[in-house]
């Protein structure tokens, strides 16, 4: 494995450990956690960037949501800008899911970049903050 995949492991691994033991109840007895889906845009903004080091800010879009308390998920569509090439900049529809604890929100989205020699499919991860 490279080690650039053995650090998404990781990283990963402690994200799901993390929001796995924030949805752990303290007391049995407290009260139970609501799972509530929905469908609708979301406000938020993130960035993200691949491996070849571009950058990619997206913005909410159409998705469902799976949401429980401080935590959700949300798969859906993300209108995208990509910098790439120190100057170049264009636009982008994304897809994919995004974790989400509190105000905050991890995207791991899919983008289809089509040049004129090469189409590419381009997974990003990245940061945000939801409104």
């Known amino acids: 494995m490279k080690l650039s995949t053995r650090c998404w492991a990781i990283f990963l691994i402690s994200l799901f450990s ?7 109840d303290k007391d049995s007895t407290a009260t139970q956690r609501k799972i509530k889906l929905s469908w609708g845009f979301k406000g938020q903004i993130s960035a993200s960037t691949d491996i070849k080091d571009n950058l990619f800010v997206h913005f909410g879009g159409p998705g469902i949501t799976l949401s429980a308390n401080k935590l959700g998920l949300f798969i ?6 990509r910098f790439y090439d120190q100057t ?23 983008h289809n970049i089509n040049s004129q020699n090469n189409p590419d499919i ?10």
Request: charged content about 5%; cysteine-free; proline content about 7%.
């Open 76 to 81: 859906g569509m993300y209108p995208s800008i």
């Open 122 to 131: 381009v997974f990003t991860y990245g940061l945000g903050y939801r409104f």
């Open 88 to 110: 170049q900049i264009s636009p982008l529809l994304g897809m994919g899911m995004q974790f989400m604890v509190g105000k905050w929100v991890f995207p791991v989205l899919v």
């Open 18 to 24: 993390y929001v796995y033991t924030q949805a752990q």
